[in-house]
């Protein structure tokens, strides 16, 4: 805590506590939803796939059952994603907020992560503006970053620095899901002779996931 709290009103740093507090506990449960519902949704699906694939090694389920099935499951994987970005957001708002409060109370918490966020978000873009994609590879694999780069203040924070936090892998779980799914709906209709369905289906699936996924 910075010295500078001693010199707030013992009133409004209360208040301002406790609101911080508050924002604290709200980011956590949402983290909490976030996880716990994936794992449903990431169980439930594993669960449902492998009933349909033991099903249909002994005796061949029927094709519409297993397309109802695979279309319900991309269904619900991506309203979650949609539930999951609305948690994202108000988290968002949340740490927004506890940086605000951080200022007025004299803590550094969240302004220290958003500084580390800016930083190492800026040293990525540099990297990107000033290195084609080969240089690019090269310097993330071999770590052989150019010397304007090096001589950069904060570099080296900036390189070892993860901003980016749990979205992305969320995110990819969710598109494997529905690749796994797609795959299996492919593997089911060609077994049964009716890939021309399978092809027409899988079009209108990801037309649906596309237009879906890349809405703000």
Not at 76 to 88: E, I, P
Not at 89 to 106: A, H, Y
Not at 168 to 186: D, G, K, Q, R, T
Request: charge should be positive.
């Amino acid at each position: 805590m910075d010295d500078s709290s001693s010199e707030v009103d013992p009133g409004t740093f209360e208040r301002s506590f406790k609101e911080y507090q508050i924002c604290l506990e709200q980011v956590s449960r949402l983290e909490a939803n976030i996880w716990q519902t994936a794992t449903l949704l990431g169980i439930g699906s594993i669960v449902a796939l492998v009933s349909l694939m033991n099903n249909d090694a002994q005796s061949q389920a029927p094709f519409g059952v297993i397309l109802a099935i695979s279309i319900f499951t991309i269904t619900v994987s991506l309203v979650w994603l949609r539930f999951a970005k609305r948690w994202w957001s108000i988290q968002s708002i949340k740490f927004e907020r506890m940086s605000e409060l951080d200022k007025s109370i004299g803590f550094r918490q969240n302004i220290l992560v958003d500084e580390r966020n800016r930083e190492a978000l800026s040293h990525q873009l540099y990297l990107k503006e000033n290195s084609n994609f080969i240089k690019s590879l090269w310097t993330r694999l071999f770590f052989s970053i150019p010397k304007e780069v090096r001589a950069k203040e904060g570099h080296q924070k900036a390189q070892t620095y993860e901003h980016r936090g749990n979205r992305p892998v969320v995110e990819l779980l969710v598109a494997v899901n529905i690749l796994i799914w797609v795959s299996f709906l492919i593997y089911s209709a060609w077994e049964r002779h009716n890939l021309p369905v399978a092809i027409i289906t899988l079009l209108g699936l990801l037309i649906v996931v596309f237009h879906y996924w890349r809405r703000p």
